[in-house]
């Protein structure tokens, strides 16, 4: 399932033309949290010019975190909004090649465009005039730290605050979502260590991974305080899912945002053989979360975006419950380093067996907390 976002955008030009600089916001289309944000100082410029930028900025920023999204762009810029929604004709030269391109970002059918009023649209508002005070200080703009998100970062946006040291937290900040983290069962590539994401053929459980998934479903029934249950769509979790589901009495709920990351032409390789066709690739990859791996368009700075709306949609859905989340190896550790604060290659430091268990708790004040990892008691 493809998520759908808000693309909020404004552009602003102290002169017209003048110092102009742009900015955007992405929005969680079904809760409304900012994910992702934009600006840049883009020099002299006039409004008009500095609007297309934010818009085809904000656009982006959405296909980066999905690029199979649905878009429904909102902006207090008439002109724009109706020129893109292609009732008003587009004379400017200089506006033609960017609205050229911001039919590029994404298919025309899967973008909408809605005229705001400016009070609404203060958050790109914001943006755009920091991006401009920015400009007149002789540097770019930054996000703000600690930023909710954005678009482009050293490190990987939707990362949850760590856990406040000590016992300092306030007393009462009502019943946690709890995340029970459930890595699907053993398929025939599992035992071989062979690289299997969301670009291979999406293979089914083994006898083993079927007899697995039972296992955790007599388990998490024993523990009885399962009241969802939420899956990648690839059939190995699918499977996974509905055998516990079935367990528990309950409908599985897919999220696209947990499927496991593409790895392009490394699919059903092992690491031997993707270090012997593919050395430097992987030496890159290893080395940098937004490098991909060959072949693919998806780095683990992707994966952590698409997680993290992915985390955010669960919990305002299901807030204050528990959760099962049946994921993969690396949207569960993703979640898991981000619940601890941990920077991106600690991935690379945690074992997550097949069929194992994690749980992470979510608080009202934006807190997470570890509960437990890589459990697999139940598979003795």
């Known amino acids: 399932m493809a998520a759908r976002f808000i693309v909020e955008a ?11 600089g742009y900015g955007a916001v992405v ?14 100082f883009i020099g002299h410029a006039t409004n008009n010019v500095a609007e297309y930028k934010g818009l ?7 296909r980066e975190l999905d690029p199979d999204a649905s878009v429904d762009v909102r902006m207090d ?32 059918g899967r973008v909408t ?16 005039n920091e991006a401009m005070d920015a400009g007149k200080a002789g540097r770019q703009w930054e996000p703000r730290k600690p930023a909710a ?16 040291a000590g016992w300092a937290a306030p007393a009462d900040l009502g019943t946690p979502t709890t995340f029970v983290l459930l890595r699907h069962g053993e398929t025939p590539l599992t035992p071989e260590k062979r690289f299997s994401g969301s670009g291979g053929t999406d293979p089914e459980l083994s006898d083993k991974g079927r007899w697995q998934a039972e296992r955790a479903a007599e388990a998490l029934a024993a523990r009885g305080s399962i009241q969802a249950v939420v899956a990648s769509p690839m059939l190995r979790t699918r499977q996974t899912a509905e055998t516990v589901a079935a367990r528990l009495g309950l409908e599985v ?24 066709r593919y050395p430097d690739d992987l030496s890159a990859w290893l080395g940098s979360a937004k490098a991909k791996p060959t072949g693919s368009a998806e780095s683990f700075t992707t994966l952590t975006h698409r997680a993290g709306v992915a985390r955010d949609k669960i919990i305002a859905r299901y807030a204050g419950k528990t959760v099962l989340v049946v994921s993969h190896v690396s949207p569960i550790k993703t979640l898991v380093r981000l619940a601890i604060g941990a920077p991106p290659d600690s991935m690379y430091r945690m074992e997550l067996s097949a069929a194992s268990i994690c749980a992470v708790q ?5 807190n997470a907390s570890l509960r437990l990892l890589n459990d697999t008691s139940h598979l003795r």
């Open 362 to 366: 979510y608080y009202g004040d934006g």
């Open 253 to 276: 709920r897919y999220e696209d945002g947990l499927r496991e990351v593409d790895f392009g032409d490394w699919e059903g390789l092992t690491f031997a053989e993707v270090q012997e």
């Open 113 to 128: 465009y809605t005229w705001i009023p400016r009070e609404r649209n203060k958050d790109a508002d914001r943006l755009a």
């Open 10 to 20: 404004d552009g602003g030009s102290r002169g017209n033309p003048g110092p102009a």
């Open 149 to 164: 998100a954005v678009a482009v970062a050293d490190e990987p946006p939707l990362e949850t605050a760590a856990p406040k």
């Open 56 to 62: 085809i900025a904000g656009l982006k920023a959405a």
């Open 27 to 40: 929005r969680d289309g079904d809760t409304g949290q900012i994910v992702a944000e934009a600006a840049e």
């Open 77 to 108: 810029s008439k002109l724009v909004v109706e020129q893109m929604s292609g009732r008003w004709k587009i004379k400017h030269p200089d506006m033609q090649p960017l609205a050229a391109e911001a039919r590029t970002v994404l298919p025309r």
